[in-house]
């Protein structure tokens, strides 16, 4: 038998407003626990939750940013379920009237997958498990979540982590988190069942919890793909339940027999009203968008005309990309700003966060004067090079690094000076480039470059060289 994968994936992103969904407590991660609380967030009886602005906002451009539908009228609702975590028995969220509906992202290889919904709701607290006592830390508790629901329609593992990899990198452009699935504030749920290839229905389906990297989400799905068709092929059937991956085994094993939405008895949460988000505040929040990862990449390659390399090793961090831009605006060059960004920019920024964050000492203004001389090839590749490195140590302008007299054209005279001499000086070399073996002609650049201040340029002092020799036969 052949069976094929349908998959959906629930992923939870932590909204980085500065304050709870319905209190005033600060959403700041870690704390001492249980001190970033009030009776609201920790359920107390008589308190009542005001639902945060931000919050809706925020959703609202995830939603944009994944070409949804925006409902203008919408409510929250109580999801009834009783563990330590949830003080209040309940969880405020969104049931049949989300805030967004019907978006959806693209894959690489054009396939759509499709969003179902994204809707607010409010984290729980977060178990300690020590010296066999469990400890609650309600910090964590009110913090805002969205929930983005896609469509069944991923059909491979691969498939699976391109779609998280791409929503992360979407929603943390829009600035509404920073996605970091190590520090949980994005998290995904993924279902998967097999359905025999040719057939229509669903088989059951499974869903594997709280995934916090990209690759236990390949993994995790390897794993359970693997079970369910062992269970299948043997004859069995599969059971709707939740899963737990064990990324140090990578194993999966259930956790618990799943739960249907009705037994969570979903109802209007009487404490807070339907809300509306007026059409022209939907327009403002669409107009604040910036231009997204995959439009930009396109563009780069496109109308900048960048290798796809570089462009791919730029487009995902939007702050290198704003700083790219900006030198473009004052009259750098696309290939030069590049090469450097990627080249010397790179190299003293070593983590994804480092590229994420971009705290350099050095701004687009005095960036592109730089590369501007270099442009005009003022200066030659090595001494953009190094100057610019120093920029970035010390926060000053290339002017501080670059003299008056390095700025000066070298003459031709002097470099076939340079030349004659590393030829004198390198008769080993002489006798090789003779034979043929052009690499040789490196040895002698050292000297040139010295006597150059690095000025020289290579092409014209090989050829040089080779003429000296030729004459000299
Ligand atoms: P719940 O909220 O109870 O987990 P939903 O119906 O909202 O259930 O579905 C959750 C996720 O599971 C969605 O991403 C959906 O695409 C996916 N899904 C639903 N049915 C299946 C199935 N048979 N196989 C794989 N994924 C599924
Ligand atoms: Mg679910
Ligand atoms: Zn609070």
Redesign the pocket.
Known sequence: MRYEI?????THIELATNTKIFCGCTTAFGGDPNTHCCPVCTGQPGSLPILNKKVVEYAVRAGLAIHCKINNISHMDRKNYCYPDLPKAYQISQYDEPLCEHGFIDLDSGKRIGI?RIHIEEDAGKLIHENGFTYVDYNRGGVPLIEI?????ISTPEEAKEYAEKLQLIMRYIGISDCKMQEGSMRC?V???LREVGTKE????T?SKNINSLNFILKAMYAEVERQTDILESGGTIIQETMRYDDVTDTISPMRE?E??DDYRYFPDPDIIRFQMVQEKVDEIQSSLPELPFDKLKRYVTELELPELTAKQMYKYRRVTEFFEASLAQGASVKNASNLITGIIYANLNTEEDKELFEIKTDAKQFAELVKMYDEKKINVKMAQTTLQQMLENGKSAAEFIKAEDLEDISTDDLVTWCQEAIDANPKAVADIMAGKDKAINIMFGHIMRQSKGKADTKQAEAIIKDLINKGI
């Open positions: 349908v998959c959906g994936i629930e179902t629901v896609s469509e069944p329609d749920d279902n998967v069942s669903f088989g059951t389906r869903e799943k249907n939405s």
